[in-house]
T-cell receptor, first 115, second 112 residues
Framework: DAGVIQSPRHEVTEMGQEVTLRCKPI?????LFWYRQTMMRGLELLIY????????DSGMPEDRFSAKMPNASFSTLKIQPSEPRDSAVYFC?????????????FGDGTRLSIL | QQQVKQSPQSLIVQKGGISIINCAYE??????FPWYQQFPGKGPALLIA?????SEKKEGRFTISFNKSAKQFSLHIMDSQPGDSATYFC???????????FGPGTRLSVLP
């Protein structure tokens, strides 16, 4: 069974450019999460979706960040314009909620470097 | 109140020793406490989880101890192995398991 798939694995771009990170959740999972991981701040929840609908985006740092989930098998996290302080590893995770606290399954992340 | 505190920040243990990582929380609405293990270049993966209706859960060499009154929980790794070297995150979630809060992580190094 395929896990959560993220692309690209690495992204290096210059500040001011638009960056799009992609995620394919595990089939059948109805929750999708975007996290950012840095040495200074650890794992931060940015936004999560339930059945393709954004539920909580309070962790999105600025208006430069946006996330979409057009269907159950695809989500994007976009940064426009990007800044050096956005450099981090971005993780996507999905879970199946059946009322019994299901684990989140993480992808291997996208390492983003903004020059 | 949403924070989960975790200590130590880093831990070095000899092979065969016991690794202990501690976490504490404030929000009494939390009722699901998972531990995640992360290897370099990989995403976190669920290791073991506990609910507050039990005080201990064991899976192989990994044990979670839970103290509801103190709002603390800990991970014990018995007979620690070099392959256990990773970063460990405790987390807490509310009734529906979706409001996840992660601790800052503990980097464990097990020396051969």
């Amino acid at each position: 069974d395929a896990g959560v798939i993220q692309s690209p694995r690495h992204e290096v771009t210059e500040m001011g450019q638009e960056v799009t990170l992609r995620c394919k959740p595990i089939s059948g999972h109805d929750y999708l999460f975007w996290y950012r991981q840095t040495m200074m701040r650890g794992l931060e929840l940015l936004i999560y979706f339930n059945n393709n609908v954004p539920i909580d985006d309070s962790g999105m740092p600025e208006d430069r960040f946006s996330a979409k989930m057009p269907n159950a098998s695809f989500s994007t996290l976009k940064i426009q314009p990007s800044e050096p302080r956005d450099s981090a590893v971005y993780f996507c995770a999905s879970s199946l909620r059946d009322g019994r606290n299901q684990p989140q399954h993480f992808g291997d992340g996208t390492r983003l470097s903004i020059l | 109140q949403q924070q989960v505190k975790q200590s130590p920040q880093s831990l070095i243990v000899q092979k065969g020793g016991i690794s202990i990582i501690n976490c504490a929380y404030e929000n009494t609405a939390f009722d699901y406490f998972p531990w995640y293990q992360q290897f370099p270049g990989k995403g976190p993966a669920l290791l073991i989880a506990i609910r507050p209706d039990v005080s201990e859960k064991k899976e192989g060499r990994f044990t979670i101890s839970f103290n509801k009154s103190a709002k603390q929980f800990s991970l014990h790794i018995m007979d620690s192995q070099p392959g256990d070297s990773a970063t460990y995150f405790c987390a807490a979630a509310d009734n529906y398991g979706q409001n996840f809060v992660f601790g800052p992580g503990t980097r464990l190094s097990v020396l051969p």
